[in-house]
């Protein structure tokens, strides 16, 4: 079987077709030929070694990749029953578990991460959901607004950042987005449903200020924007964080990191979110499919920024 892994750390070069022998499921497991994977900043970290001490009960090759769409080749003892052999799915997983990554033909993971894929989609799209969905939806749960509650959102063009906006639409709340000055990202966002667009970069916070005086009750930071954005939020409103950042806020605020991995078996989430895709309440956006001996372009472009939605691998011709 083939997948692309790195041997060590290091920049997009790294990034090498392996041979890796084929993977059985184990109970409770299934298998799933890959024909799509949706290229994330957290694969960026996986590939240069952000992950730390995570990956140190791993030889490598280590493999990269969280989000897949396939089809299900093989199921292990006692299986959950939802999923048959044959089945379109999507699925996440994390490259710090035992079967590493999705950069592979194929891969194994908990029947619980594994749901059916959207009805009319494809593969490349449909591999865009799950990882970057499922992360807003844990931090719009963490942050508990009520219908009608006012929800920032910084890095607002971005996967999450759309995300972020569609799913808070979905829970009834007012959105205020951060823009860029491209037209094409205003009308974006408009788009996806934001109520208000604030232009972004310096003084982002100030301008929330003028439009909700006392500060907005949440916050979700795709932007990365940390404690920066405090000044926007309300006394005791929430911040969510997207890299782990967690450090003491004034005026009562909480700081909620969202990570990811905590929901991957929630299949629940994980059904509402395909659901929502179905219902036209949730957007799939693939920017470019690119074949999967190319991830260290896909990389390299991911890295340069300025990407709407996400890239995708194609491993259907490795």
């Not at 991995?261 to 693939?286: F, H, I, M, P, Y």
């Amino acid at each position: 079987m083939k997948a692309i892994g790195v041997n060590r750390f290091g920049g997009p070069e790294v990034l090498e077709v392996v041979e890796l022998p084929e993977p059985q499921p184990g109970p409770g497991e299934v298998r799933i030929r890959v024909h799509a994977v949706a290229v994330n900043p957290t694969d960026l970290m996986a590939r240069s070694g952000g992950y730390g001490k995570r990956l140190d009960g791993q030889k490598p090759p280590y493999i990269p990749g969280m989000d897949s769409a396939g089809v299900i080749d093989a199921l292990g003892p006692a299986a959950d029953g939802r999923l048959a052999l044959g089945e379109r799915v999507i699925a996440v997983t994390a490259p710090a578990s035992p079967h590493k990554g999705s950069y592979a033909q194929q891969i194994i993971v908990p029947a619980a991460s594994a749901v059916r894929a959207p009805k009319g989609v494809d593969f490349p799209a449909a591999s865009t959901l799950l990882m970057n969905a499922l992360t807003v939806r844990l931090g719009l749960d963490a942050i508990g607004l009520k219908p009608g509650q006012t929800l920032a959102v910084t890095g607002s063009a971005g996967a999450v950042g759309g995300y972020a906006i569609q799913l808070a639409k979905a829970d009834g709340l007012r959105v205020l987005a951060d823009v860029s000055e491209s037209p094409a990202d205003r009308t974006l966002l408009t788009e996806l449903g934001a109520d208000v667009l604030v232009p972004r970069g310096p003084g982002f916070t100030e301008r929330v200020r003028k439009l909700e005086p006392n500060g907005v009750p949440g916050l979700f930071d795709g932007a990365l924007l940390n404690g920066e954005a405090a000044p926007a939020i309300a006394d005791g409103g929430g911040l969510v964080t997207v890299r782990g950042w967690n450090e003491p806020v004034e005026r009562g605020i909480r700081v909620l990191p969202v990570m990811v991995a905590n929901g991957l078996k929630d299949t629940a989430k994980l059904e509402r979110l395909r659901d929502q895709v179905e219902s036209g309440a949730l957007t799939l956006r693939v920017a470019k499919v690119l074949p999967a001996s190319q991830a260290a372009e896909a990389h390299r472009l991911l890295a340069a920024g300025g990407v709407r939605g996400r890239i995708v691998l194609d491993f259907n011709a490795l």
